[in-house]
């Protein structure tokens, strides 16, 4: 099953999903769908819906929402001798940026590198953190082949590949969020429609780093009964003191939030013990920072819970999660949409 | 050569760890030149090739085989590696990078994450000892059956030609010294170049962290001349003055009067000038006066010798990117060439 959950990983991660360009993954999305689904369909602002019907006539409409995008920058100017001048899509640590390699999507892909310069010929004194309009993107290429591929306003992402470490850990960009759209397509992909207790309506979602704006646009829609969040939290090992955080290979966690449905937190708690399921608890007493804050709110007003999959170095090109904790949320939400008395 | 720089840079050489590169080198030269010379190494570390002649004045030519990297320092309980620089690394481009170990194992290099900063820490450049190395162990005794205390690592980083001519890798600093010196060596093995001088090839070790193996190459050589090919440090990025990029890649061949551990032979270095002149050849010269090299170890060895610098301009150098451009290598090689044919 980890050879499942590790290949479906693999190919989310090769997508580039900056926010605003999640439509790019829309023919890996359906290829890791398969026919697991009864339809899949494209929000206006680029969420995908995934739809799978219970068949009970009276089922309730369960929404579970993982989020696509991820941070990245975007060209906005084109200078002499192949350098770009880039902004931040989302919130970008500016310390973790020179000498890092990137793809730049224009009329082609192209190859680039964020600029350093020699702590020696640097200005005196100069001990702060680069600012994004001090970093340029290195193309290697003469502005007039430049300006032929690139345009201003194309995305660029970080250039990397899954990397795998010991103990099952695994690490590159975009594992927030896209461990837990893999453990929601696996879990819906692995349960018979026979044992589905509601119409499951999983959102794998666009525009969460930049205002959170896809999945609550979606909610108008479908009017889910009750909305299940997932996304990643901070956990230990990276510096985070450990009484703020959740920890690795302790499986997913279910937060408890004044934002979130106090009953419906509770009977997931209580499936979780009850089927002797793997899990952890993080206190969120104001916001999660998650799609949550948006779907709270939509149409009449959702029910919500959170589940979260601890990561660690959040929004760097080492964001690093146990593929135990991605199993151990597939298998939550699997008992969740069979089991759950929500 | 572009092969070769290749899989040299791809090799995991770290100062005191050159063996892997050595190899790469040995098998090359072996290959290339089954019966000219005489492969060596000596107990420095170095690996050396003699083209004998009788009577003609001794040139030696030199680039080091190692890399920067890493070493295990300490293992924390948790499982985190606490690690220190072998040869000198910005710490700017240390945080976030992938690196490998020795023996295979993967990692990266974490820093405190933003969101624990204070306002102030979040403005200052990170420092190496608040650094450390991930490879997914959550506890030592995890970390201890995958690593040690004194094991190195190096940047994980793969070879990518980009843009116009431009190439990136780690290492790059000096395995393009080492893979012009091995380009060298084949086309004088096919007789497509030829050389008025007595040849020794020096390819030496522990240069990033100062006390290389030039000394005992010197020693041993007793060369006439010293030519070392190194990489230098540039600017060349946007939003630097003319001036102060000190060079520009795919500009040609620097050639230097001066850095911090060496005045070059004024002579020999305007004479490869002449050379480069004459032979339509593209150079540029080091308009700074920093960084240091063998040279200096090699100037300093024996009697002393009379040395000269044709370096490659680099961005980004001792990070995972590190960047050169081909057609300054092909300069370089070109000079070399110019060089040890006397006639010209």
Redesign the interface.
């Given at each position: 099953m980890m050879e499942k959950i590790k290949s479906t990983l693999v190919a989310l991660c090769e997508e580039m999903t900056v926010s605003g360009y999640e439509y790019r993954a829309e023919n890996k999305i359906r290829e890791l769908c398969g026919s697991a689904f009864d339809e899949i369909r494209v929000s206006p602002l680029g969420s995908f819906v995934l739809v799978k019907k219970s068949k009970n006539k009276n089922a309730k409409r369960l929404l579970i929402d993982a989020h696509l995008d991820n941070v990245g920058m975007m060209v906005t100017d084109i200078?002499?001798?192949?350098?770009l001048?880039v902004v931040n899509i989302g919130g970008l640590?500016t310390?973790?940026l020179?000498?890092?390699?990137v793809t730049v999507y224009g009329k082609q892909e192209?190859?680039?590198?964020v600029?350093?310069?020699?702590?020696?010929?640097r200005k005196a004194g100069a001990?702060?953190?680069?600012k994004m309009d001090?970093l340029?993107i290195?193309?290697?290429?003469?502005l007039e082949?430049l300006e032929k591929i690139v345009t201003i306003g194309d995305p660029v992402g970080y250039r990397l590949k899954l990397?795998?470490?010991?103990?099952?850990?695994v690490?590159t960009s975009g594992l927030d969020d896209k461990a837990c759209v893999c453990a929601i397509i696996e879990a819906i992909k692995d349960v018979d429609r026979d044992e589905l207790k509601y119409d499951i309506y999983v959102t794998v979602s666009a525009q969460e780093e930049t205002g959170k704006n896809g999945s609550a646009r979606s909610a108008f829609e479908i009017e889910p009964d009750i909305a299940i969040i997932t996304d990643v939290n901070?956990a230990s090992?990276?510096?985070?003191?450990e009484h703020?955080c959740i920890k690795?290979?302790g499986g997913a966690a279910v937060d408890i939030s004044s934002l979130t449905d106090r009953a419906l937190t509770r009977n997931i708690i209580k499936l979780l013990k009850d089927k002797g399921i793997k899990h952890q608890i993080i206190c969120e007493p104001g916001k999660t920072y998650t799609n949550n804050e948006g779907l709270l709110i939509s149409g009449k007003g959702v029910r919500t819970a959170v589940l979260s999959v601890p990561l660690?170095?959040?929004?760097?090109?080492?964001e690093?999660v146990?593929l135990e904790d991605i199993k151990s949320l597939k298998e939550i939400i699997k008992a969740i949409v069979t089991d759950g008395e929500l | 050569m572009k092969e070769l720089l290749r899989e040299l840079s791809l090799a995991f050489g770290p100062s005191g760890c050159e063996d892997g590169v050595k190899d790469i080198i040995k098998s090359y030269i072996e290959k290339n030149m089954p019966a000219c010379g005489e492969v060596s190494c000596d107990t420095s570390g170095g690996l050396f090739l003699t083209l004998k002649k009788e009577g003609a004045p001794r040139l030696m030519i030199c680039a080091h085989m190692d890399e920067v990297g890493f070493m295990v320092t300490h293992i924390e309980e948790n499982g985190l590696l606490r690690f220190g620089c072998v040869g000198g690394i910005d710490p700017i481009v240390l945080t976030s990078k992938r690196v490998v170990s020795e023996s295979g194992h993967r990692g990266s290099i974490i820093a405190k994450p933003v969101h624990i900063l204070s306002k102030d820490e979040r403005d200052k450049r990170p420092k190496i000892e608040n650094m450390m190395i991930d490879i997914g162990a959550d506890s030592r005794e995890e970390a201890e059956k995958v690593t040690f205390v004194g094991e190195y690592f190096t940047f994980d980083s793969d070879y990518v030609e980009y843009g116009e001519g431009y190439v990136k890798c780690k290492a790059l600093d000096d395995r393009l010294g080492c893979a012009i010196m091995c380009k060298l060596i084949k086309d004088i093995a096919t007789g497509e170049v030829s050389s008025d001088y007595e040849l020794h090839f020096a390819f030496t070790c522990r240069e990033e962290v100062g006390y290389s193996g030039a000394f005992a190459a010197t020693e041993r050589i007793k060369p006439d001349y010293g030519i070392v090919i190194e990489s230098k440090a540039v600017a060349d990025v946007h939003g630097v003055s003319d001036q102060k990029k000190v060079c520009v890649l795919g500009d040609g061949a620097i050639v230097s009067f001066a850095d911090l551990g060496t005045i070059y032979d004024r002579d020999f270095t305007r004479h490869i000038m002449d050379l480069c002149e004459k032979n339509n050849i593209k150079y540029q010269v080091h308009r700074i006066i920093s960084g240091g090299n063998d040279s200096r170890n090699i100037q300093i060895s024996a009697s002393g010798c009379r040395v000269a610098l044709l370096s490659a301009a680099s961005r980004y150098i001792h990070s995972p990117a590190d960047v050169v451009h081909y057609d300054d290598l092909d300069a370089i090689y070109e000079a070399i060439k110019a060089v040890i044919r006397r006639g010209n």
């Open positions: 200078k002499k001798g192949g350098f001048s640590d310390r973790v020179p000498a890092t390699e192209i190859y680039g590198l600029t350093s310069t020699p702590p020696h010929l001990d702060s953190v680069p001090e340029y290195d193309t290697g290429y003469s082949e990397t795998e470490m010991e103990n099952g850990y690490t901070f090992g990276d510096g985070t003191p703020e690795c290979r660690k170095n959040m929004h760097t090109p080492c690093t146990n | -």
